[in-house]
């Protein structure tokens, strides 16, 4: 087993996902719970398989430093 740093989102492609998706919510402000609803479900076909595979690439480039233990600037 190999131990993380306490709190890495840079290896998390999620950390990555989420201020794109908070974008797309919040060009549309005021809207009802079940508007908010739909809006979320149709920002999410905003991220592309691109999109994606850079955020995970992106993590990946940091796997090896964490394996050797060195700090991650």
Known sequence: MCLIP???PFLNPVYECFP???THIRRKPGLNTDELR???KGCTYEHS???CQGW???S???FE???EKKPIC
């Open 20 to 22: 794109k998706l908070k």
């Open 49 to 51: 398989s691109n999109n």
């Open 38 to 40: 739909e809006h979320v």
């Open 56 to 58: 995970i690439e992106h």
């Open 60 to 62: 990946i480039q940091h």
């Open 6 to 8: 306490s709190y890495s």
């Open 65 to 67: 430093v964490c394996l």
